[in-house]
C-alpha cells in the first residue's frame, strides 16, 4: 500500500503538513500565500487574451509548468478551511476564459508531486509530472512540450539555492516563456553577509558570477543586494530575457520582508501586464 493511502504523513514534517479529507497531504502555509495566489490569479487573468490565440484546434498550445507545485492544496495556519495551491489555481483560473493546454508539475519529493497531480486529474486537468529537483526535472519538462507554444512558468521555492539561473536558462531556450518568480528575501537580507563567505553560497547557484561583480566593503546591504541583482538580470538579458523593475515584494504578519514575486519574461507586453498588476509604490527590486 503506498504513503498516500494510509492516511499518514509518513516522511512529512507534521509541522508544515497535515493529511486532507482526501487522505493526500496539504501544506500549512502562513497567509501571505493568499498574496502570492492573487497575483498568479491577475496574471493569468491579465494575460488571458495572449493565450487563447495559442489554444484550439491545429494551435499549438498554452501551457503552464510549475517546477515547485507542492501538494496542490493548503490551509492557512490558524484557519480552518483547505484550499487549493498554486497549480489548481492556475488551472482554474485560466480555465474561465482561456484554459491551459497542458499542466506540467514537478517537485522534489515525490509524495508532494503526486498529490497536486491526483487533484488536478480530479478536476480533469491535463497534467503531466515529473520528480525531481527543478534543476533535473526542466529539461525533462521542457522535452515534452511544443517549441511553438506559449509557455507560462511558475517558479516558487522556498531559498535562493533551489533555483539556480542554470533552470532559467534551460526555460529561455523556448521561443515564447514568462516565468513568475519567488527570489527569497532571507537569503538576500537576513543571511547576505554569511552567503559571501561560504564555499557553497547559495548565491553561486542563483546569480553565477556574483562575486566579481558586488563590493564587499559596503557596509550598505541595499547597495549590496542591489548589485546582486542587478548581475542577475543582466545574467537574464543576455538569454534574451528581462525582469519588470517591480518586484511585488510579499511581507509577513509582522510586516518583515519574505519574498519578491518577479516577472520574466522576452515579450514587452508581459512586462506591461505586470506593471499593470503590481503595487508600484513598493520598492523597487532592481
Ligand atoms: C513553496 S512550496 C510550493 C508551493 C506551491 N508553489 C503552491 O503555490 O502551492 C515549495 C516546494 O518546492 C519543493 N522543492 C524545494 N526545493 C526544490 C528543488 N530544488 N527542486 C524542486 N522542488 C523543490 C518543496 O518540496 C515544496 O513542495
Known sequence: ?????????????????????????????????????????????????????????????????????????????????????????????????????????????????????????????????????????????????????????????????ALPFSVLEELARLRRIDILVHISAQDLQRNLRRNFDRENSPLDQFAPGWRGKVDFSSSDDLVIRGKILEHWRSLLKGLGMDTAEAGQLITGTGNQRLYWLALIAKNPLALEFWQKITDNKQPKLL
Open 1 to 161: 500500500m503506498s504513503e498516500d493511502t494510509e492516511n499518514s504523513l509518513g516522511k512529512l514534517d507534521p509541522e508544515k503538513y497535515e493529511i486532507d479529507s482526501d487522505g493526500l497531504p496539504i501544506e500549512i502555509v502562513g497567509p501571505w500565500v493568499l498574496d502570492k495566489q492573487a497575483l498568479m490569479r491577475k496574471y493569468i487573468d491579465i494575460s488571458k487574451s495572449a493565450r487563447k490565440k495559442y489554444i484550439g484546434s491545429g494551435n499549438a498550445g498554452a501551457t503552464y509548468i510549475d517546477l515547485f507545485c507542492g501538494p496542490g492544496r493548503i490551509r492557512v495556519n490558524g484557519g480552518r478551511g483547505a484550499m487549493p495551491g498554486g497549480p489548481l489555481i492556475a488551472f482554474s483560473e485560466a480555465k474561465k476564459f482561456s484554459p491551459f493546454t497542458e499542466i506540467h508539475v514537478a517537485d522534489a519529493n515525490e509524495r508532494l508531486v503526486r498529490a497536486a497531480t491526483k487533484r488536478l486529474e480530479k478536476d480533469n486537468a491535463p497534467v503531466r509530472f515529473e520528480t525531481g529537483l527543478a534543476s533535473a526535472t526542466v529539461s525533462k519538462v521542457i522535452a515534452k512540450l511544443n517549441p511553438a507554444g506559449l509557455h507560462f512558468a511558475f517558479l516558487d521555492p522556498y531559498s535562493l539555492q
